[in-house]
Every structure is written in C-alpha cells, then in structure tokens.
C-alpha cells in the first residue's frame, strides 16, 4: 500500500513539476525583406512599386503616364543583364517623351531668342550696323528655305521607312532651330531699326526669368522620368508563364535579410511571440532564426483557418536559402509541464 502511494506521489510530481521543450511547426515560404519592381501595363503606363515584405506594406506606388499620340521610347540599362546585384540610385531605364523633348527644344530656342534682344536693347547698336543686321535676315531666311525642303524629303521617306526615326526626328529639330534664327536675326533687326526702350528691357528680362523656370522644370520632368533603383539588391530572375495585365521589366529583392512566411493553426499563436527561437531546416541543414511578428488575421488554407508567422533569417549568406522555397520550420516555445504538453498534443490532434 505505502509503495503505491509513493509511486502516486512520483507520477503526480512528474505529471506537474517535469517540464518538456513544445515547439509549433509549420512549413514556411521564403521571403526577400523588400521587394521593388517595374512593370509595364497593356495600356502602355510604366509601373514603379516597392513593397516592405516585413511590415506587410507597400512602401511606393508610383504610375509613369503619357500623353495620347506622344511618342515615347524605353532604353533598358543592358549592363543590368550582366550583373547579379543593382545598388541604390542605378539607373534601370531611361524614358523619352517626344513630346517633352520638342518643348524643352522650343522653350531653348525661344530663350536665346530673349537673351539676344536683350543684348540688343542693352547695347543699343549704331545705326551702320542696320545693313549687316539685314543681312544676317537674309541669310537666316535662306537657311530656313533650305532646312524646310531638306525635312520635307527626309518626311516623304520616312513614310516609306526609308529613313530612320532618329533621323527624321533630327530633322525636325534642326527646322525649329532654322526658324528660330529667322526670327532672333528679325528682332535683332527691328531692335537696331528702333532702339532700346527701358520697358521693353524689363518686359525682356521678365520672359527670360520665366523660361528659364519653365526649362527648369521641363528637365526636372525629364529627369524624373527615368528610372531609379530606390533599394540596394539581386536581380531576381524568374519565368511567369501566366498572361497578366502586367508584365514584368525587372525585379529587385533586398536579400540583406530574409524572411520566412509560416502558417499555423490558429489555436496554437498564444504560444508565439516575437523574439522566439526558430529553426528552418533544408536538407541536412540546420538554420537559426527568430520570431520577427505574427499577422493579426485569420486566412483560409486547405479550408483551414491559419495565421502566418513572420521569422526572420538575418546571416544566410551560406544558407542556400532563396526566395519561394519552400521549407521546414520549428517555433521554439517556451517548456511547459508534462500535463500542458498533453493537452497541447491532443488539440494538436483533435484539429488534424
């Protein structure tokens, strides 16, 4: 009888007192800590967007509209295609708008044609120098004639694609320019012919100070048109042979950390904090990592309601973890009693 109660005794003691190490476990989804990408849409926008794969958030959605009928051109950045990493600030694209590139070339040409009044107007010309401002029409006239028969034959050839479209497009350029000496040597002209008037210097100076803002402007536009690496990280390079409405031009991954997406049964996110020992296992490896937060929302998977685990995987240098694989891992919880870890087996076993 005594030898009954002492064995009671021990199995009771051991039942409360003994502590066992519980751990949840899951398979998990590998994650880079951030992710940029440009794509493009099918009605022709350029799409910028970088999400924060920790926080669960996007960090930036910016869309690069045109202008119907404009004429844009994309040049990828090929020295990409030869390396494996982009850093922050590298160039991944350069956009031309024709359309931007014509204004900036107009508000150009219209600025040096106020900066050469006023010159005029500032030096106030002697009247010999009448006939050579004359001249100086005449000849500009000539130039613009010859320019426009010169544009009106590379047009004509440029419809039969006989002629490039950097070509064509110079030519169009060099008949502004033409026509914009026409007119500089014109004013300069009707300057010399009337002299210089006070009011007309301040109505110059004023144009001038505008354009010069629009222009600035204009090339703040143009170069914010080009694409910019915002995040230091490996070109991830993957085949989608799904049609989307969005196809994809590259993709960087902030591999300075990685992070692993578990899902666990709902029942068991009470026993999960951040900070926990984690351990991901790939093959006959062995990888330490740790709790980074848990989502605060149920999703349904293989019609089960399961919440998802973010942990964490800072040095994995020499892992041979990647992103999407898929691999195995243990949340380390804290012991708990032999009674404890019972009732958790059994739910463990009752939800399975």
């Given at each position: 009888?005594?030898?009954?109660?002492?064995?009671?005794?021990?199995?009771?003691?051991?039942?409360?007192?003994?502590?066992?190490?519980?751990?949840?476990?899951?398979?998990?989804?590998?994650?880079?800590?951030?992710?940029?990408?440009?794509?493009?849409?099918?009605?022709?926008?350029?799409?910028?967007?970088?999400?924060?794969?920790?926080?669960?958030?996007?960090?930036?959605?910016?869309?690069?509209?045109?202008?119907?009928?404009?004429?844009?051109?994309f040049y990828f950045n090929d020295r990409l295609e030869k390396n494996n990493m982009v850093s922050r600030g590298d160039t991944i694209a350069w956009v031309i708008s024709n359309d931007l590139r014509m204004r900036l070339v107009e508000k150009t040409g219209e600025l040096a044609y106020q900066e050469s009044l006023l010159q005029v107007y500032l030096t106030g010309e002697k009247p010999e120098a009448v006939q050579m401002a004359l001249d100086e029409v005449e000849l500009a006239r000539q130039e613009l004639n010859t320019q426009k028969r010169l544009t009106e034959r590379i047009t004509h050839l440029y419809g039969q694609d006989l002629v490039s479209r950097q070509e064509y497009e110079l030519a169009v350029n060099d008949l502004e320019v033409k026509r914009y000496a026409l007119e500089i040597a014109l004013s300069n002209y009707e300057a010399i012919v009337a002299g210089e008037k006070e009011e007309e210097?301040?109505?110059?100076r004023a144009r001038i100070e505008a354009l010069e803002q629009q222009l600035k402007q204009l090339h703040s536009h143009n170069e914010e048109m080009n694409i910019l690496a915002p995040i230091t990280g490996n070109i991830l390079r993957q085949r989608d042979m799904e049609t989307r409405d969005q196809q994809e031009v590259i993709r960087v991954a902030d591999l300075s950390s990685l992070l692993v997406f578990v899902p666990v049964d709902t029942h068991e996110t009470i026993y999960i904090n951040p900070g926990q020992e984690v351990f991901i296992t790939l093959g006959n490896r062995r990888i330490k990592a740790s709790v980074h937060s848990v989502d605060n929302s149920v999703q349904i998977i293989n019609n089960r309601p399961k919440v998802f685990v973010s942990v964490v995987v800072d040095n994995h240098s020499d892992t041979g973890l990647i992103p999407n694989m898929v691999v195995d891992a243990?949340?380390?919880?804290?012991?708990?009693?032999?009674?404890?870890?019972?009732l958790r087996m059994s739910k463990v076993a009752y939800h399975n």
């Open positions: 009888m005594g030898a009954s109660l002492v064995l009671l005794a021990v199995v009771v003691l051991v039942f409360f007192l003994v502590e066992l190490p519980y751990s949840v476990r899951g398979k998990g989804v590998v994650s880079p800590m951030r992710e940029w990408g440009l794509y493009t849409a099918t009605d022709g926008t350029l799409i910028n967007r970088l999400q924060d794969n920790a926080s669960g958030s996007l960090r930036e959605y910016r869309v690069l509209e045109f202008q119907r009928g404009d004429v844009v051109s210097i301040g109505a110059v243990r949340i380390i919880t804290q012991t708990v009693s032999l009674k404890e870890y019972l």
